[in-house]
């Protein structure tokens, strides 16, 4: 097992190749000497998601035990003490030379901890008290890489960046999130246009969304793009090397609500993907557009108000 720092960063660089296709796409648009970093931070939220998602054959007491038994040789290791796993050493040596800020760690680990024993939100808020350590801590984690030349203005601009890709995976994923025993969209948001977990789960299985469940996504649609305009101002308050980058990131990820809008808002029949081609030409405009120009923001951003059911 190679515990280099050379084959840490190679671990996580395949992570990220293999599980984040359009967040990978958007790093390569990065300086070479930042790309790794950012795969190392990838690398690190995206083993401990694995621990929690993808050994579910295991009882939840014993996926709980391996959370805390890597979260407690992590924490290890930012205190100096040596570490054996091959993840490890790229994610501390990325949190020594930015000076990251372990709380955000703490607060990403506490969230995946929630994820074992939490199948259901009552409200938004706390939807958000989730998304917080899963979502916006990984903004304020990249910011240091990225770099700004005011990150306390950037710093809220990057929690709700991180905000508005998690809850645009909630929507695209409600299919996937059910087979795994969770509704994240919240329970106030479901009674308000008269959906319950069972018709989700029924619609999963029909392979197709009612009208009521329709409402209910296109609402959270528009509350994904409130986020998408908060964080908007952020991306030209970033280093001119890494504007490309996030502005690919923000364009691609708001297009798959584009793709949810296109299919009437049907999450059940497909999944939704941006087109191959679209990616490309998402790239090719980001590398043409210049240090500052606003990013678009996707669809129109409208008030998460309730909306009528047809």
Same mark, same amino acid.
């Given at each position: 097992?190679? /515990? @280099?720092?050379?084959?840490?960063?190679?671990?996580?660089?395949?992570?990220?190749?293999?599980?984040?296709?359009?967040?990978?796409?958007?790093?390569?648009?990065?300086?070479?000497?930042?790309?790794? &970093?950012?795969?190392?931070?990838?690398?690190?939220?995206?083993?401990?998601?694995?621990?929690?998602?993808? /050994?579910?054959?295991?009882?939840?007491? +014993?996926?709980?035990?391996?959370?805390?038994?890597?979260?407690?040789?992590? +924490?290890?290791?930012?205190?100096?003490?040596?570490?054996?796993?091959?993840? +490890?050493?790229?994610?501390? &040596?990325?949190?020594?030379?930015?000076?990251?800020?372990?709380?955000?760690?703490?607060?990403?680990?506490?969230?995946?901890?929630?994820?074992?024993?939490?199948?259901?939100?009552?409200?938004?808020?706390?939807?958000?008290?989730?998304? %917080?350590?899963?979502?916006?801590?990984?903004?304020?984690?990249?910011?240091?890489?990225?770099?700004?030349?005011? *990150?306390?203005?950037? =710093?809220? *601009?990057?929690?709700?960046?991180?905000?508005?890709?998690?809850? /645009?995976?909630?929507?695209?994923?409600?299919?996937?999130?059910?087979?795994?025993?969770?509704?994240?969209?919240?329970?106030?948001?479901?009674?308000?246009?008269?959906?319950? *977990?069972?018709?989700?789960?029924?619609?999963?299985?029909?392979?197709?969304?009612?009208?009521?469940? =329709?409402?209910?996504?296109?609402?959270?649609? @528009?509350?994904?793009?409130?986020?998408?305009?908060?964080?908007?101002?952020?991306? /030209?308050?970033?280093?001119?090397?890494?504007? @490309?980058?996030?502005?690919?990131?923000?364009?691609?990820?708001?297009?798959?609500?584009?793709?949810?809008?296109?299919?009437?808002? %049907?999450?059940?029949?497909? =999944?939704?993907?941006?087109?191959?081609?679209?990616?490309?030409?998402?790239?090719?405009?980001?590398?043409?557009?210049?240090?500052?120009?606003?990013?678009?923001?996707?669809?129109?951003?409208?008030?998460?108000?309730?909306?009528?059911?047809?």
């Amino acid at each position: 097992m190679d /515990t @280099s720092l050379g084959g840490s960063y190679e671990r996580c660089r395949e992570l990220h190749r293999r599980h984040g296709r359009t967040y990978y796409l958007a790093t390569r648009l990065l300086p070479a000497w930042k790309r790794r &970093h950012v795969h190392a931070l990838y690398g690190f939220t995206r083993y401990a998601d694995e621990i929690v998602d993808r /050994t579910e054959e295991l009882p939840a007491e +014993l996926r709980a035990e391996r959370l805390a038994d890597w979260s407690t040789r992590f +924490l290890a290791g930012l205190r100096g003490e040596p570490v054996t796993d091959p993840l +490890l050493p790229a994610v501390l &040596h990325t949190i020594a030379v930015f000076d990251l800020d372990r709380a955000d760690f703490a607060a990403f680990l506490r969230s995946m901890a929630l994820d074992l024993t939490v199948t259901d939100y009552p409200r938004y808020a706390d939807l958000l008290d989730y998304m %917080d350590g899963s979502a916006a801590a990984i903004g304020t984690m990249m910011l240091p890489i990225l770099g700004s030349a005011d *990150p306390a203005a950037a =710093r809220e *601009p990057a929690r709700q960046l991180g905000l508005a890709f998690q809850l /645009t995976n909630f929507i695209r994923d409600v299919a996937e999130d059910l087979a795994r025993g969770r509704v994240y969209l919240p329970a106030e948001d479901l009674a308000r246009f008269g959906v319950t *977990p069972a018709d989700l789960v029924a619609a999963a299985e029909r392979g197709r969304a009612t009208a009521p469940i =329709r409402a209910l996504i296109e609402y959270e649609v @528009s509350r994904a793009r409130e986020h998408y305009v908060a964080a908007a101002p952020g991306v /030209t308050l970033l280093a001119p090397a890494s504007q @490309s980058c996030i502005r690919t990131a923000y364009v691609l990820y708001g297009g798959i609500l584009d793709e949810v809008v296109a299919a009437g808002y %049907d999450v059940f029949t497909r =999944r939704a993907v941006v087109p191959r081609r679209r990616r490309a030409a998402v790239v090719a405009r980001a590398l043409l557009a210049p240090t500052g120009a606003p990013v678009v923001v996707p669809g129109a951003p409208v008030a998460a108000e309730p909306l009528t059911v047809p």
